[in-house]
């Protein structure tokens, strides 16, 4: 069964295209991967299926909600974190959640057993009452991640992440990730420039290039495709899109990402 739909969804910004007739479906439980070198559309793609971002063609469903008639049931069934920092640092760990319990409006009497359990499951219980501020890379984002999954939405975005984050953090975030979506069959997609993690952790994947899908299908047999020893999913990338995984974005895109990183230790 698909929980997101999209039918030539288009997003347009004067007379650039950045996301072109992207029709795809993704099945309850599936963790999907989004691809593709900075300018492909990954990013546009998520704003519009999390309603921050209208279509200027084309129709999505989450849920079988539409994201532009239905757009406040969508927000309701989805949980977003964003490639910026969305944790507060003057705050501890525990308060970040409770505000985002707050304003998910879940009911008083389960706000703290909610927030407990989502510190429980993120391996952030021992930290719960230190400021955000002093915490590591990966402990941040699995904050995050706890905070977009208080109210069990049933498809999360995760907008790059682990940018920014050291090899040992991004294994622990991988880790519940995976975990998400084989305790509480959690539907992820994930947008990401690190091809061993779309390998690791994604059923499927959609490379992207110039705001169309070039390729879709599950890694293995991306690879496949291609006909070669020990081809990689870097290899399948490159194919695809003619881009290196390292160049590409212009200087905005790049400061961000290198604020990211910093922010994030």
Known sequence: MNVLETDNLTRRFGEFTAVDSLTLNVAAGEIFG??????????????MLTTLLPPTGGSARIGGFDITQQASRVR????????????????TGYENLLIFAKLYALPRDTRESNVRRA???????????????????GMIRRLEI???MLHAPRVLFLDEPTVGLDPVARKSVWERIAELQREHGTTI????????????LCGRVAIMHLGKIVAL?????LKNSLNGERVTLDDVFAHYTGAALDEGGNYRETARTRRTAQRLG
């Open 34 to 47: 989004l691809l593709g070198p900075n300018g492909a559309g990954k990013t546009t793609t998520i704003k």
């Open 76 to 91: 309701r069934i989805i949980g977003y974190v964003p490639q910026m920092l969305s944790a507060d640092s003057s705050l």
């Open 119 to 137: 510190l429980d499951f993120m391996g952030l219980h021992q930290a719960s009452d230190k400021l955000v501020r002093n915490y590591s890379g």
């Open 146 to 148: 706890a905070q977009a």
């Open 189 to 200: 997609v994930l947008t990401t420039h690190y091809m061993e993690e779309a390998d690791a």
């Open 217 to 221: 299908g599950a890694p293995e047999e």
